[in-house]
């Protein structure tokens, strides 16, 4: 039972390029979880998808980010404009439903901005 | 407002010592807690949680934390460290009815052979 898988692990880009962060839930998980960490800081949270629905994206910045879980396909956290600041590990997180929503990590991707 | 915190942001043992991280959380409402560990470059791996019941958690690769109430705790425990165990652990805390985790800012463990 293959866990959340998150690709690319490793993404380089340059200052204002665009930066495609992908995220396919566990088998049997409907619910998204985007979550950043900067250097030396625990894991924020950025936004909650349900497929074809943002439920809650209070943590994502009001500008260059946006996520979309689509019908078919994996999760995408897209960042436009790509700036050094937004150099972090962004994991992605999945669950069922219910309550508590016990949620399971992928491996993260890790941007740098150069 | 909600937030969770974890005092050590350094720790260093000796291998075979025992180990003990602190995380104190505040919460309105009862909370849900976990604990992760993240090795280098890793991902988040899933210790042990709390959700309700025995106040006594055991987790994974010989750790355990005990919830406790009156105290807004949720301390990590190990008996005997490993070197393996060298990594970074982040306490987190969740609500019924809600999904956000709020994360601590981590506790990196050093252990010496």
């Known amino acids: 039972n293959a866990g959340v898988m998150q690709n690319p692990r490793h993404l380089v880009r340059r200052r204002g390029q665009e930066a495609r962060l992908r995220c396919s839930p566990m088998?049997?998980?409907?619910?998204v979880y985007w979550y950043r960490q900067l250097p030396e800081e625990g894991l924020k949270f950025m936004v909650y998808l349900q497929k074809e629905n943002i439920i809650d994206e209070s943590g994502m910045p009001k500008e260059r980010f946006s996520a979309e879980f689509p019908k078919e396909g994996p999760s995408i956290l897209r960042i436009q404009q790509v700036v050094r600041g937004d150099s972090a590990a962004y994991f992605c997180?999945?669950?069922?439903?219910?309550?508590?929503?016990?949620?399971?990590f992928g491996p993260g991707t890790r941007l740098t901005v150069t | 407002a909600q937030s969770v915190t974890q005092p050590d942001i350094h720790i260093t043992v000796s291998e075979g010592a025992s180990l003990e991280l602190r995380c104190n959380y505040s919460y309105g409402a009862t909370p849900y807690l976990f604990w992760y560990v993240q090795s280098p470059g890793q991902g988040l791996q899933l210790l042990l949680k709390y959700f309700s019941g025995d106040t006594l958690v055991q987790g994974i690769k010989g750790f355990e934390a005990e919830f406790k109430r009156s105290q807004s705790s949720f301390n990590l425990r190990k008996p005997s460290v490993h070197w393996s165990d060298a990594a970074e652990y982040f306490c987190?805390?969740?609500?019924?009815?809600?999904?956000?985790?709020?994360f601590g800012t981590g506790t990196r463990l050093k252990v010496l052979a």
């Open positions: 088998k049997g998980h409907s619910h």
């Open positions: 997180a999945s669950s069922r439903t219910g309550d508590p929503p016990e949620q399971y």
């Open positions: 987190a805390v969740g609500t019924s009815g809600t999904y956000k985790y709020i």
